[in-house]
């Protein structure tokens, strides 16, 4: 019987090793043994009834399927302004295991959006969300706040506004979501006014229904396209998001999977309690993952 040296038998299993290792990086990258992305589903701490406290990730988590939490930066006291309040934010999501992928309410109070200091308030909210790992800003404006995009008077300062806050939201890693009661044709036009890409729609279609543009509400989102939405709201009011409503869903994430986004969808629902936002979000996420998963 022939002995192998120690060294023959370190280089064959090196190269057993290595084998193995191509093997499976071979297999990953044609996909067989990678598990699919799970799906960025997020919930308004608004909606949990839990705006303005940490403790909204504790009880987030109890949600399966739920992946995150959109904060209100000026909600609570002390709030996102406060620099230890925010680092107090992200350590209860890391301790959690939760994201927040967006942040709303990111002006001061008796600031609209468009007011003189307006920036000051977005400026501000971008750093919190910096800080955060918060992807999009929800800058909202409806009805007397939204502007006439026919007329450049109304909508200018605004446009110069989102242009001056544009850069640091850049790089910052920050986009600007804009939700608002303009129509999906109004809100392309605006934001390619802006013409930066840290601006963007933060869309929702339950809110083009309530606004008038519900015949809009789902060919809207293929006039937007995927560089023009950044974030996308879910939600029918009080009921689940299967039920009957305005919004038919299913169409609705048939159209964002056409355009390939692949960004969050946070829910801005409506329930009677805590335990029933628990309760209908588990359900609600059990029928998105029915529509959205491949």
Known sequence: MVRKTRTEQTRRGFLQTSALATAVATVGRMGFAAEPEPLKIGIRAASMRMAGTPDVFQVAARIPGLRGVELQATAGQPNLRDAQTVRLYKREA??????????????????????????????????????????????AFFR?????????????????????????????????????????????????????????????????????????AISGILLLGKDRICMVHVKNGNKLIEEPGPIDWPAAFAALRQIGYDGWYVYETGHESVEACIADTTQNNEFLARHLKP
Do not use: C
């Not at 959006?113 to 800003?137: F, K, M, Q, W, Y």
């Open 94 to 139: 890391d301790r959690w295991g939760l994201k927040i992928p967006s942040l709303a309410g990111i002006l001061d109070r008796g600031v609209k959006i468009h007011s003189p200091n307006a920036a000051d308030s977005v400026i501000a909210s971008i750093r919190a969300a910096e800080t955060l790992g918060a992807g999009v800003l929800l800058a």
């Open 144 to 216: 007397n706040d939204a502007p006439d995009m026919a007329d450049e008077s109304s909508y200018g300062r605004l446009v110069a506004m989102l242009q001056k806050v544009a850069p640091t939201a850049a790089n910052a890693g920050v986009r600007i979501g804009l939700e608002n009661s303009l129509s999906p044709a109004d809100n392309g036009r605006l934001v390619d006014l802006v013409g930066h890409g840290a601006v963007a729609v933060y869309y929702d279609p339950h809110n083009m229904d309530f606004y008038g543009h519900g015949a809009q």
